[in-house]
C-alpha cells in the first residue's frame, strides 16, 4: 500500500513574547515558580496587533509552497483546523486561500476548502481528513493543504491566562511523503464533556482542574482503543512521543499515565516488581476508592523509577522544548510536540528513519485520539528546514501593559488603526482592518 502522510511542515509564531517569569508571576503576585516549574511554561507567543488565525495561517502555508516550489495546481484541498474562528459561516481556509492568491499566479478554485472544529484535536482530525480523501483515490495526484491556527486566548484572571498562546503549523499531506507516514490504526476516547466551552462567547469558560482530568480519562480510553485494533503497546515501541501540550505539565501527567499503562504484563512491570511492587489490578479491590488509592501510591513509586525517568527524558521532554517557549497553540500544539521532539533528535544527531512515533491529540468537549507515525528517509532534510528557533529569538519581548493593550486589542476592539504599533514585517501577510488583509 502506497505511503500516506505529512510531506511537509512549517511552523509560525506568534511576534510578540509574554515573560511568565519576569512580567507575568510579578504583576500576577505569584511565584515564578508555580509557571516555569509546575506548568512547565517559560513564555507565551503573543500574537501582535497585526496578526490574526488567517494572517498566521497563510503566512506558514506561504512558507511551505515556497520552500518546496509548490503552485496551487499541487493543491487538491484546504483544511483549516481552528477554534478561535470569527466567521460563522465562510471557512478560514477561504480567507487564507485568498492571500495566498494574492502572490501566486494560479488561483485555488479547484480546491476543496474546510474549517474542522473540535476543539484542539480538529488539526489531527484535519490530518484525518486528509489522509482518507488520497487513500480514496479522490485527490487526483495533488497534495492536501492542513492549517492548524490559533489564538489561544483566556479571560483576564482566568486559571488558563498563563497559558496562553497563538501560532499556526502548516502542514501538507501526500502520497509517498518526504517526513512520515500516518498509521491506519487509530484509538479513540470521546465523550460529552462541558469542562471547556465557548457557546457564542470570545473567551473560554474552563473548569481547569477538572479538564486535566478529562484529558487524562480520554487520553487513557484512547490508548487502549488503539491498542485494540494495532496490538498491546510497548515504550520501548516509539522513539518519540508528542501528545497534546496545553503546558508541559499536563503531559507529565499524561506521560506516567501512557507509561505505567504500557508496562503491564511486560517484563518492565516484572523487573521493577522488587523496587515498586506489582500494579494494582482492579479485581483485586472490594471498592474503586481503594483501587484508585493503591494505583496512586504506586504510580508515585513508578514516578522515582531510573526506568520511568529514562524513558521520559528520551521520548517526552524533547517534545516540550517549542511548547515551553510558546505556550498553548491549541490546534496546533500536538503539531509543534512533534517538531520539537524531531529537531532534538536532529540535532543530537540521531538516526530514525523507519522508527514510530506515537501521537496522542486531544480537544476538550472531549475526545482523544492516539495513532502512530513512522518516520521516512527524509525526515531529517524537512526537519532541518524549521525556522521556529529564529522565530521565537526574534519576538519582541512585551511590557505587562502592552501585554493588557494587545490583549484587548484582539479581544474586543481589533481595528485597522492599531496594525502598525509594534514591528510590521517584510513580506508577510498582515491584518489591515476586516476585508483587507495586505501583504507587506
Ligand atoms: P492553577 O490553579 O493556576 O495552578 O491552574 P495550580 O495551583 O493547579 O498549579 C499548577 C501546578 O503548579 C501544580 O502542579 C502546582 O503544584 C504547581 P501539579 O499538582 O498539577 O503537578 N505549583 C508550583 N510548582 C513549583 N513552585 C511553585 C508552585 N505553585 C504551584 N511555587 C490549570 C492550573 C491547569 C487548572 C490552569 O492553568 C488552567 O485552567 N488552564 C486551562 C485549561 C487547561 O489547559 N487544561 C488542560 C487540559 S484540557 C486541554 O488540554 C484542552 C485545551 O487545550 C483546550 C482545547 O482542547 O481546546 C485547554
Keep these: 500500500m502506497t505511503a500516506v502522510g505529512i510531506d511537509a511542515i512549517e511552523i509560525h509564531a506568534g511576534k510578540l513574547k509574554l515573560d511568565l517569569a519576569e512580567t507575568f508571576a510579578p504583576a500576577k503576585n505569584e511565584s515564578p515558580e508555580k509557571y516555569t516549574k509546575g506548568l512547565g511554561l517559560a513564555a507565551s507567543s503573543f500574537p501582535d496587533t497585526y496578526e490574526d488565525i488567517v494572517t498566521m495561517g497563510a503566512n506558514a502555508a506561504h512558507r ?123 484509538g479513540y476516547g470521546s465523550a460529552d464533556e462541558t469542562d471547556f466551552l465557548k457557546p457564542n462567547q470570545q473567551f473560554p469558560s474552563v473548569d481547569g482542574k477538572r479538564s486535566v482530568q478529562v484529558y487524562l480519562a480520554r487520553m487513557r480510553e484512547a490508548l487502549e482503543d488503539f491498542e485494540s485494533v494495532a496490538g498491546d503497546t510497548h515504550p520501548d515501541d516509539f522513539v518519540l512521543g508528542p501528545f497534546h501540550t496545553p503546558f508541559p505539565g499536563m503531559v507529565r501527567k499524561a506521560a506516567l499515565l501512557a507509561y505505567r499503562h504500557m508496562i503491564r504484563d511486560t517484563e518492565i512491570e516484572e523487573r521493577l516488581a522488587d523496587e515498586v511492587g506489582r500494579q494494582p489490578r482492579p479485581e483485586a479491590f472490594d471498592s474503586d476508592e481503594e483501587y484508585v488509592e493503591a494505583m496512586g501510591d504506586y504510580t508515585d513509586l513508578l514516578k522515582e523509577t531510573s526506568d520511568y525517568q529514562n524513558w521520559y527524558d528520551a521520548t517526552i521532554a524533547p517534545t516540550l522544548e517549542i511548547s515551553r517557549e ?21 540535532e543530537e544527531g540521531m538516526d530514525l528513519t523507519g522508527e514510530r512515533l506515537l501521537v496522542g491529540s486531544y480537544g476538550s468537549g472531549a475526545q482523544a485520539e492516539i495513532h502512530a507515525e513512522t518516520l521516512q528517509d527524509e525526515w531529517e532534510e524537512e526537519i532541518a528546514a524549521l525556522t521556529i528557533d529564529e522565530q521565537i529569538a526574534s519576538r519582541r519581548d512585551i511590557t505587562y501593559e502592552e501585554y493588557e493593550h494587545v490583549h484587548d486589542v484582539h479581544n474586543h476592539d481589533k481595528q485597522a488603526d492599531d496594525v502598525e504599533e509594534f514591528t510590521t514585517p517584510d513580506a508577510e501577510f498582515v491584518f489591515e482592518g476586516w476585508g483587507r488583509m495586505g501583504e507587506r
Design 64 to 186: 511551505l509552497m515556497e520552500r518546496r516550489g509548490l503552485t496551487p495546481q499541487d493543491i487538491g484541498r484546504i483544511d483549516v483546523a481552528t477554534e478561535s474562528s470569527f466567521d460563522n459561516s465562510k471557512p478560514v481556509s477561504t480567507y487564507i486561500a485568498g492571500c495566498l492568491e494574492q502572490v501566486y499566479d494560479g488561483d485555488f478554485h479547484h480546491a476543496n476548502k474546510g474549517e474542522r472544529k473540535f476543539a484542539c484535536i480538529s488539526g489531527t482530525q484535519s490530518l484525518d481528513d486528509a489522509y482518507n480523501w488520497i487513500r480514496a483515490g479522490r485527490n487526483r495526484g495533488r497534495s492536501a493543504l492542513v492549517v492548524a491556527t490559533d489564538t489561544a486566548l483566556y479571560a483576564r484572571g482566568d486559571a488558563g491566562e498563563a497559558t496562553q498562546g497563538a501560532g499556526a503549523v502548516a502542514m501538507l499531506i501526500s502520497e509517498n511523503p518526504r517526513l512520515l507516514e500516518l498509521s491506519t490504526e487509530q
Design 326 to 346: 510558546v505556550g498553548n497553540w491549541y490546534t496546533g500544539s500536538v503539531h509543534i510536540a512533534r517538531a520539537s521532539g524531531l529537531k532534538h533528535a536532529l
